[in-house]
């Protein structure tokens, strides 16, 4: 009768333990064929438990990707949906930043933060087979991103992310103006619900290709983040983040769950 039972603990730890791995380095996987419009607002809530956990850090929506061409069967094409979310933090906080998202984002999501190929890198499973990572792609940049996986494509998925026409706001144009830009047509328009109620959201501008200094920001609020081709600063409840490490002088202004 030992023998069993000792058979069974070690059943169950075996388990448990594939249980953790799978959570944090299997693709996710599609079930009964949900489409990419079932994962929509799966990923969209997602992505707001993200910038609630955030709290107040430097954080900015990046544009929805759509992925087409995927092989969902061998006879079938389909496409995959993923939200980000960009944190500049002091270059060192990349796994501080990674460790509280972790423990502030929901239980059932079971998310933890492990050394991957030296980096540490958090990974969560948002439930209906939507995976959350997030990671370290520059010195001082994490980016938090929500996959759908492939998935029969159903519907049009980027017209509820991201909105071209929408307002600058008085953030975006005092930025604008500080650096001396023209306001740019099309700013994008990014949201996401917030888990106790209310929409985070983000405001994004390209403001040109001309070489800048983001000095002339300081004034306009409090400095979250100051390097010389980044910098993001805090004006009550918007936080406005100037990137200035691409070929394109780019500027987010965003509005978080506590905002």
Same mark, same amino acid.
């Given at each position: 009768?030992?023998?069993?039972? *000792?058979? $069974? ?9 594939? $249980? ?6 299997? %693709? ?10 079932? *994962? ?5 809530? @997602? ?7 955030? &709290? ?27 939200? =980000? ?20 984002? %929901? @239980? ?5 933060? @492990? ?17 959350? &990572? ?5 010195? =001082? ?13 159903? $519907? ?12 600058? =706001? ?22 996401? %619900?917030?888990?106790?109620? =209310? ?43 100037? &990137?200035? $490490? ?11 769950? *506590?905002?």
């Amino acid at each position: 009768m030992r023998w069993l039972v *000792a058979a $069974t603990v070690a059943w169950a730890v075996l388990l448990a333990g594939l $249980t953790w791995w799978s959570v944090r380095h299997d %693709p996710p996987t599609v079930k009964e064929q949900r489409t990419l419009g079932e *994962a929509v607002p799966v990923a969209t809530r @997602a992505a707001g438990h993200l910038v609630a956990a955030l &709290d107040d850090a430097a954080w900015a929506f990046t544009p929805p990707v759509v992925e087409r061409g995927c092989r969902v069967t061998p006879l079938a094409d389909g496409a995959s949906l993923t939200r =980000g979310v960009d944190v500049l933090v002091p270059a060192g906080g990349e796994r501080e930043v990674l460790e509280r998202v972790a423990r502030r984002l %929901p @239980a059932d999501w079971r998310a933890g933060v @492990a050394m991957e190929a030296g980096s540490p890198r958090l990974r969560a499973d948002a439930g209906e087979f939507v995976a959350v &990572d997030g990671r370290a792609v520059a010195d =001082g940049r994490v980016r938090f991103s929500v996959d759908t996986g492939c998935r029969p494509l159903d $519907t049009t998925v980027v017209d509820a992310h991201l909105l071209p026409g929408y307002p600058l =706001g008085s953030e975006l144009d005092g930025a604008l103006r500080a650096l001396g830009r023209p306001a740019p047509p099309g700013p994008e328009h990014l949201v996401a %619900p917030c888990p106790a109620g =209310g929409v985070a959201r983000t405001v994004r501008v390209a403001a040109g290709a001309e070489p800048v200094s983001l000095a002339a920001l300081k004034p306009l609020g409090a400095a979250v983040v100051d390097r010389p081709e980044e910098y993001a600063y805090r004006s009550g409840s918007v936080v406005v983040l100037a &990137d200035a $490490t691409g070929d394109q002088l780019r500027l987010a202004a965003s509005t978080g769950c *506590a905002g």
